[in-house]
């Protein structure tokens, strides 16, 4: 009788043990609400706990998600999971760095929630995570064309947001500096319904190179560290090339002085030109790390001409077909320096300030500034043999000669030291001819 009283309770109590295993589950942690345009900080304090984060979406809405680590060794495997108001999972990603769910629509309006753990369940720590939407992005900060703004990342995996009206058959132009993120920077361009146009990432220096717009309303950046793992500050800046907002006027034949007030400042210079007509150009900067960048856009923003050098940037002819204004970019390509730099240009069809010439003339002049071209003009027969010589009395000084014919076709170009010749040209037709020096 014992004996069957004992083999009875033994076999009970794993009854007992093998029901509570069963129903042992994840720990959840307390729910933690989250809205657009924020970030928090969490940890997970146990192996297998799950924190819920909660947010109000509406049908339409188009959300960014991202976590990472912030214990500063990636101890955790980020994972999240996007679940709608009535529990359907809709997204998730894992990632032993920067989980991110990319662009997910909402198709419901209600409460939504985000599930964050640690994927393999197994490792505790502390995390950041991120909620934004972007068409339009909330809590964003306002950028004008000809803005340049500083602005910060304080935690990781935050989002900034920059928005601007743009208007459909516009182009822009953009530069984003790196001053302080250690895993660089990642640039984000959305239209007003919330589609990628453009994504780019770099180590100290981002450029989106003449965007063309589409659709008029409110365009957005998106700004993160790459990898969503460092905190640092940063600069961004934005010009219309077809509109642009601060300009200068540019006289033909003038050397132009002017600085970057940053290392991804844009100068803007316009000038106004008949469909034809043509340009020659000349621009250095004064500091040595001074890469400089030449751009020239037509009236309607396209980009009709780039070059950049370190030194004198001597461009070429640079035909003009469409009558209206013109625009001249300055920038420093590696966006490095705030130096100053000058410029000059000159129309080919119609020089301003030239000098007249002719056969057998001689003339002495000088050259005020290191970029100046003096410019000659004079008449010739189809078939005309000529020589011109030039001579410099300074002997640091290495002149060089270029002959144009009135379209801006270049027809000859040599450099020498003190003493620069061009023998026997060959004119190929009548007309007036121009001379740099």
């Known amino acids: 009788m014992n004996n069957s009283i004992r083999v009875w309770s033994l076999s009970f109590l794993l009854m007992l ?57 990636d ?77 910060s990342l304080t935690q990781f995996t ?34 007003p319904n919330g589609l990628q146009i453009k994504k780019l990432a770099g180590s100290s220096f981002v450029r989106t190179d003449t965007v063309h717009l589409n659709v008029t309303g409110t365009y957005s950046f998106l700004i993160t560290a790459i990898s969503g793992a460092s905190v640092g500050s940063f600069q961004l800046t934005l010009e219309s090339t077809d509109s642009p907002s601060i300009t200068r006027n540019l006289t033909f034949g003038q050397v132009l002085t002017d600085s970057l007030s940053s290392p991804i400042g844009i100068k803007v210079f316009q000038f106004s030109a008949t469909a034809g007509e043509a340009i020659l150009s000349q621009a250095k900067g004064i500091s040595a790390n001074f890469k400089i960048r030449f751009e020239v856009f037509d009236p309607s923003g396209e980009l009709i001409y780039d070059q950049s050098t370190t030194g004198l940037l001597h461009s070429a002819s640079v035909p003009l077909n469409t009558t209206g204004t013109y625009y001249i970019f300055i920038t420093d390509f590696n966006a490095t ?36 071209m003096r410019t000659f003009t004079f008449n010739s027969d189809s078939g005309d043999v000529a020589t ?38 060959t004119f190929p037709h009548a007309g007036p001819f121009i001379l740099f020096v």
Do not use: W
Request: glycine share 8%; no cysteine; aromatic share 8%.
């Open 17 to 73: 043990i093998s029901f509570s295993y069963i129903f042992a589950g994840p720990e959840v942690a307390d729910t933690v609400a989250i809205s657009y345009g924020e970030t928090k900080t969490g940890a997970i304090s146990v192996n297998g706990e799950v924190d819920i984060f909660q947010f109000n979406g509406s049908v339409g809405d188009i959300v960014i998600i991202q976590m990472h680590s912030t214990n500063g060794s």
């Open 158 to 191: 935050e989002m900034k947001t920059y928005t601007f009206s743009g208007s459909s058959g516009g182009i822009i132009v953009s530069q984003i500096l790196n001053q302080s993120l250690s895993t660089g920077i990642q640039v984000e361009l959305y239209d």
């Open 388 to 425: 011109v010589i030039t001579r410099s009395l300074d002997p640091a000084f290495r002149p060089a000669m270029e002959i144009y014919d009135s379209t801006g076709v270049l027809l000859r170009h040599v450099q020498d030291n003190t003493v620069t010749r061009i023998d026997t040209i």
């Open 75 to 151: 101890s955790l495997d980020s994972r999240i999971v996007l679940n709608s108001p009535t529990g359907t999972s809709l997204n998730k990603s894992q990632s032993r760095g920067l989980a991110r769910i990319d662009r997910v629509t909402l198709n419901e309006s209600g409460v939504y929630e985000i599930q964050v753990s640690d994927g393999g369940n197994d490792t505790t720590g502390t995390y950041a995570i991120s909620l934004q939407k972007i068409n339009p992005p909330v809590n964003s900060t306002l950028v004008n064309f000809g803005d340049l703004l500083t602005d």
């Open 337 to 372: 320096s705030t130096a100053s730099f000058a410029l000059f240009v000159q129309n080919l069809n119609l020089p301003v300030g030239a000098i007249a010439t002719s056969y057998g003339s001689a003339h002495n002049d000088t050259t005020t500034h290191a970029i100046q």
